[in-house]
């Protein structure tokens, strides 16, 4: 079984940022242990004490207004956004990154929510397709953070599997979305964290989190199918999900 973690970064309704990010990670069952060691220990360095209060949200410790974070200064908050991502750059090869951005002005009338979902989702089950038919047969489940997109997030993937997405029916998903809370799970906190890297690129053109782990989106023989950015002007967008799509789009139209 596969699992993708997403979580989101911006606001639909917040009008002085143009983007809605949904970020995360696909990753294979036995590989969620791993992961999530690695940021415990990270957790016990930063708070010996009291490690399991860590919660890695990479706005807060951006921000760095409440605790532990308030008690850095802010070169070493970034630093801590920093290893966060570097769990992903280490982890096992089968551990992929997703991601969508949206330019919410080039879509007034549209959810960017459900826009980036149903992206997401479209791509994550191309994933699954390309593994079956090398002989993988594995399913895949989608947990998202406890949020208000819940129902609506639940009803579009019911909607996927029956009468399927602009692309097609998605056929890999085991059941609908599960919703955690963020605090119970690494794996989310890590989720946050590659869509925290991909809103600070798109919404502030600051890279430096996401070259750590722009490596790590899933794709397949130089076709980038792990990274999106939906806006209407692609064709002078030098972005790295433009560009694969233009390099290879007589071959590939997502």
């Not at 008690?71 to 290893?83: L, Q, S």
């Amino acid at each position: 079984m596969y699992l993708l973690y997403l979580d989101d970064s911006g606001s639909a309704k917040n009008t002085r940022e143009e983007y809605l990010v949904l970020g995360g990670i696909s990753v294979f069952e036995r590989q969620v242990h791993w992961i999530s060691q690695e940021l415990d220990k990270l957790a016990a360095e930063i708070l010996p004490s009291d490690p399991k209060s860590v919660e890695f949200h990479a706005s807060e410790i951006f921000s760095g207004r409440v605790p532990p974070w308030n008690g850095m200064d802010k070169t070493a908050r970034r630093d801590v956004i920093k290893k966060v991502l570097q769990v992903l750059q280490l982890a096992h090869h089968t551990t992929h990154a997703f991601g969508c951005a949206v330019h919410k002005a080039s879509y007034p009338t549209s959810d960017p929510m459900k826009i980036a979902f149903e992206e997401l989702c479209h791509r994550f089950d191309l994933q699954l397709k390309r593994m079956y038919n090398l002989g993988d047969k594995q399913r895949g489940i989608i947990i998202l953070d406890k949020s208000t997109h819940e129902t609506t997030l639940q009803d579009m993937t019911r909607d996927f599997r029956t009468l399927g997405t602009q692309w097609g029916v998605v056929q890999n998903l085991a059941d609908v979305p599960l919703f955690v809370d963020s605090k119970a799970s690494r794996i989310v906190q890590l989720a946050d964290h590659v869509s925290y890297a991909l809103f600070r690129a798109y919404e502030a053109a600051d890279f430096s989190y996401l070259n750590i782990v722009l490596n790590r989106f899933d794709e397949d023989g130089g076709r980038l199918h792990g990274l999106c950015h939906k806006q209407t002007n692609t064709s002078n967008c030098m972005c790295q999900a433009c560009m694969s799509r233009r390099l290879t789009n007589s071959r590939w139209q997502p």
